[in-house]
């Protein structure tokens, strides 16, 4: 590939553009999530424990498509700041079950706003339409890429 195929590859690439976009999101949600105690990269593990309280961790990296070490580092900073707690699973002592504390409970409304108000920013100009087939196109890619 010489200079410009390469040029034009990486302006069509949806994957540079979707990492964008999350890169953007993230530098977006910091401070706001700072302020409220959460550090940066943990949002997505904790909105798996508030969607289902009691997950096997490796039930959350499965769910994120994160390596099991993230997950793991990610939920122990989780922890260490009040926000989850792991413990044995009953039936396989090797699993360990994260559970969301009260404080999480007490912040989950803002944090909730927070992101709703960021999906509103993201898709102002978008027709209902429009944002109900962005949403399938990218559940689409996600599936070729979990399927191939």
């Known amino acids: 590939m010489n200079q410009p195929e390469i ?3 990486e ?3 949806p994957i540079k ?3 964008r976009l999350h890169r953007l999101n993230l530098n977006k949600l910091a401070q706001p999530m700072a302020e409220i105690g959460l550090a940066r990269g943990t949002l997505p593990f904790l909105m798996e424990v508030l969607c289902c309280d009691g997950l096997i961790q490796q039930d959350i990296t499965q769910a994120l498509s994160i390596d099991p070490a993230a997950t793991a580092r ?4 989780l922890e260490q700041s009040g926000f989850v707690n792991r413990t044995e699973n009953k039936y396989n002592r090797r699993q360990k ?6 404080k999480t409970k ?3 409304d803002r944090i909730l706003e927070i992101l709703e108000g960021q999906r509103d920013k993201l898709f102002d100009g978008f027709s209902e339409k429009e944002k109900t087939a962005f949403l399938n196109m990218l559940d689409r890619m996600i599936l070729n890429m979990c399927n191939k």
């Open 11 to 13: 302006q069509e690439s």
């Open 7 to 9: 040029a034009k590859f």
């Open 74 to 77: 990610a939920l122990q900073q």
């Open 97 to 102: 079950c994260v559970y969301s504390t009260d």
């Open 106 to 108: 007490d912040i989950k």
């Open 17 to 19: 553009k979707i990492s």
